[in-house]
């Protein structure tokens, strides 16, 4: 393949940030579960996942043990990850960026430097409409592993619900 055409097909990928505040436990959890869905679909050469933190507490951290321990316990490989912090910069490379509560999405809104850049931070709850309601995703980091277990599952039921947004245009070629 040339370097033009992978940069084209660069180009067709749908790209996801996951951002939540310190990149060890909620946003890890998002890019796992929607890495696995696209491997399942055979589609993950369309997709472009990624996380990251709003704070720089964690860079190069793994997730937190309780983050890969739920992930484990529900058939998910999390160790590869390593925390990063969002950079304000990858907003143009980027087509959605998906924050776990109201707090985040404030933050990353004025990281934006465009509307359309502002206009490409979600929720991850808006996705799963019976869920919509709630808003924030709560961050276990000061719970305990049913509350990391139950996190998972919010954080699966949403994924699901963008991935059967997202999956019709990516399986056709569309972004």
């Known amino acids: 393949m040339t370097p033009a055409e992978s940069a084209g097909e660069s180009a067709q990928r749908f790209r996801v940030s996951f951002v939540c505040t310190g ?19 055979g589609i993950s050469d369309r997709l472009e996942i990624e996380s990251a933190a ?23 490989d999390g160790s590869r990850h390593r925390a990063r912090q969002f950079d304000p910069e990858d907003f143009p490379k980027l087509d959605l960026v998906v924050a776990f509560d109201r707090g985040q999405s404030r933050v990353l809104r004025n990281w934006a430097r465009t509307p359309v850049d502002a206009h490409k931070v979600r929720l991850l709850l808006e996705f799963d409409h019976e869920l919509a309601a709630l808003q924030d995703v709560p961050d276990p980091y000061y719970s305990d592993d049913a509350t990391f277990d139950r996190v998972l599952g919010m954080i699966e039921r949403s994924t699901q619900a963008l991935f059967r947004q997202l999956a019709p245009a990516l399986r056709q070629g569309n972004r």
């Not at 990149?23 to 679909?41: F, G, H, Q």
């Not at 709003?54 to 937190?64: L, S």
């Open 23 to 41: 990149n060890i436990c909620r946003s890890p959890m998002a890019e796992v579960v929607l890495r696995a869905l696209a491997e399942r679909a």
């Open 54 to 76: 709003t704070g720089d507490w964690h860079v190069g951290e793994q997730a937190d043990h309780r983050t890969l321990e739920a992930l484990e316990r529900a058939g998910y």
